[in-house]
């Protein structure tokens, strides 16, 4: 390793989790696809990051589920393929695996989310799903960035999707939180598959 790589990743390592995501940053842009027929003359810029959306996704699948169960407990989310079925479904869209993963690691790389491999305590046999969820920094960025209101017209959207999804299934969620909020033995993680296999949008503890 050469004296400037090691200097550049001494620099790196030295930054918070939001100056080190701004540094892994590109140019590049997600353009929000909007329906066609919208005139809200108040939403925001039609080009958005994506890592931004992923953080106000994982927020408010967290505060609802939090709402709903009267918990302060931060529940995980299971899987990517969750938070593929949310931006799919609220954006009108196929999000690419590759373009979402992307986004994902640089998150996961600036630490501003927790995203690992599914707990062994929940038995589940592919070792390359994850477990995910927003974290302090995380939560930091979206109030000293203002992401919420930066990206409202997504934000409405999102929690009204995410919010009517729950209540459509909230019977499921009950029992599904209930488990996870409990002691996890083999019984527990079984009960815990079946109830995930019904959801689009999982959760884990």
Not at 119 to 126: H, L, R, T
Request: charged residues 25%; neutral net charge; contains cysteine.
């Amino acid at each position: 390793m050469s004296n400037e790589s090691l200097l550049q990743k001494k620099k790196f390592d030295k930054m918070n989790p939001i100056l080190r995501y701004e540094a892994l940053k590109t140019s590049e842009l997600f353009a929000c696809v909007y329906d066609k027929g919208n005139s809200d003359q108040n939403a925001p810029d039609r080009n958005a990051d994506l890592g931004e959306i992923i953080l106000i996704s994982l927020y408010i699948i967290d505060s609802v589920v939090r709402e709903q169960t009267n918990s302060t407990y931060f529940f995980y989310i299971n899987n990517d393929v969750s938070i593929k079925h949310l931006l799919d479904a609220v954006l009108d869209l196929d999000l690419g695996e590759d373009l979402l993963l992307k986004h994902l690691l640089e998150l996961d790389v600036a630490k501003l989310i927790y995203r690992f491999t599914c707990a062994k305590k929940f038995q589940i046999g592919d070792d390359s799903i994850k477990q995910l969820r927003l974290n302090s920094w995380g939560r930091e960025h979206l109030s000293e960035g203002g992401l919420l209101k930066k990206h409202s017209f997504i934000t409405e959207k999102i929690d009204s999707y995410f919010r009517e999804y729950y209540l459509n299934n909230k019977l499921v969620y009950q029992k599904l939180t209930g488990y996870l909020l409990g002691g996890i033995d083999s019984y527990t993680s079984q009960k815990i598959s079946k109830l995930n296999d019904a959801l689009k949008i999982k959760l884990l503890s």
